[in-house]
């Protein structure tokens, strides 16, 4: 396990710059290229509207972004051991914690699935928010381990399209579930407490939901279906963004209870993934 802190040095060239402009944001990113590369612009628009909005923001955040550095490694550490020991799995991950402009909060790269990135500045700093959301990203790496392990073709898996991301985006939700029990529901989908009106959405306009996911999936994916579904930029069909998270969950354990576990998160290995979720988002 490698955890790269960045966010340490973040907090001293906050302290160091204040007041901060963008030109001293600006060299605060080139003197970290090696991981804003990652960060933008896939995970965050690197526009002069969003650079604003990150100078206007972060001195409300900036004693939580010191909690998260300061807690945040332990936690990482306590989860992926968990993993670890249940899946019987040698994950050796690496991590990177880091302060963004207000994009994504966390992901994996994908370029190197066993690298995860968090963003400070998006995240709660009640501890068990956090450790929800590692449950989260390590549950992605966790859920690719074990279809490696049943020796998957990697070429066959279709990234780019929506019914890929809401198998996988479900599948991680799951295994934070199990890995982080006893929470209130939406805290597994937002990762703190504001999450239940998100829900309420969704348990009432489920049938429209698979409905409405059915209908843009069976037509061509393109990225403002990703956006409408799983981006933080989304959430024009039902007034909530990311709604294709729970639609994946429900399918993830609609799945663990026909097949188990096991079968479930390794389905996509010789199966045909796409037909059994548009088969699943048909029925009444």
Known sequence: ??????????????????????????????????????????????????????????????????????TLPAIIEDIEEAFAQTYQLDLDLAYVLMVGTFGSNAFVTRDNRR?????????????????????????????FALATRQGIDWST???????????????????????????????????????????????????????????????EWDMAKEREWFRLSGGTYFGYNRIGYLLGTDYMEHLIEKLGEEQALTFWNGNDL????LNWLAEK
């Open 1 to 70: 396990m490698q955890i790269d802190n960045r966010i340490t040095s973040f907090l001293s060239f906050y302290e160091e710059k204040k007041p901060l402009t963008h030109d001293k944001l600006e060299q605060y990113f080139n003197e970290h290229e090696i991981i804003f590369k990652d960060y933008f612009p896939m995970h965050c628009p690197k526009t002069e509207a969003r650079i604003q909005l990150a100078i206007d923001k972060y001195e409300s955040k900036i004693e939580d972004i010191r909690t998260i550095s300061h």
């Open 115 to 143: 690298k995860i990135f968090f963003a400070a500045e998006k995240l709660s700093a009640k501890h068990e928010h956090l450790q929800v959301i590692t449950a989260h990203e390590i549950g992605h790496v966790t859920h």
């Open 157 to 219: 898996i279709d990234w780019m399209h929506g019914l890929t991301t809401l198998f996988t985006e479900g599948a991680a939700t799951y295994l934070s579930k199990k890995m982080v029990p006893g929470l209130l529901q939406p805290v597994y989908f937002t990762y703190d407490d504001e999450g239940a009106p998100w829900v309420e959405c969704y348990e009432r306009n489920k049938a429209e939901v698979k409905r409405r996911f059915l209908e843009d999936a069976t037509g």
């Open 274 to 277: 796409k037909a059994d979720i």
